[in-house]
């Protein structure tokens, strides 16, 4: 049996990507990124998924929201954020020097089985989607259509 929580986390995480059709590279430090964005806004996000912790026990993701976003005052994208974090748990989203975040972190020490580390992933990757179109003003009407594109995309249908 494989004691090394990093090593198998990372297994785990290369299984749910290699099974979906996402573009992903490797860093030096194993940390694996996946740019996310849609045709119909000329916005993106950039997904960091990392194993942190001593053991690397903690499934840690962060999005950084990047490209044609509206330009708000601070205080009109503190609301906006606000008003998502209380309708939405996670990813919690925040702003730093003018740029829009997000992050996740779950504690897989004593085991995140697969089917539950690839749920919370698809979760993550459809709701950075589903931000890029809130802060955009379309989520509205684009959301159906984007959700159905994705769940192909990650073979999820």
């Known amino acids: 049996m494989d004691t090394d929580i990093r090593r198998k986390l990372g297994r785990r995480i290369e299984r749910f990507l290699k099974k979906t059709r996402l573009k992903y590279f490797t860093d030096s430090d194993g940390d694996y990124h996946i740019v996310l964005g849609i045709q119909e806004i ?42 998502w ?16 975040w997000g992050d996740f972190q779950l504690d897989a020490e004593t085991d995140l089985p697969q089917k539950m580390l690839e749920q919370n992933l698809q979760h993550l990757i459809l709701s950075s989607i589903q931000f890029l179109l809130y802060l955009t003003g379309k989520e509205s009407h684009l959301l ?12 999820l249908n």
């Open 42 to 83: 000329a916005a993106h996000a950039h997904m960091i998924i990392m194993r942190e912790g001593p053991m690397g026990e903690i499934l840690s993701v962060i999005i950084r929201f990047d490209g044609a976003l509206p330009k708000l005052s601070k205080q009109e994208a503190l609301e906006k954020l606000n008003e």
């Open 85 to 100: 974090n209380i309708s939405r748990r996670w990813p919690r989203m925040y702003l730093r020097e003018d740029t829009y």
């Open 144 to 155: 159906e259509t984007v959700r159905k594109k994705l769940l192909s995309l990650l073979r």
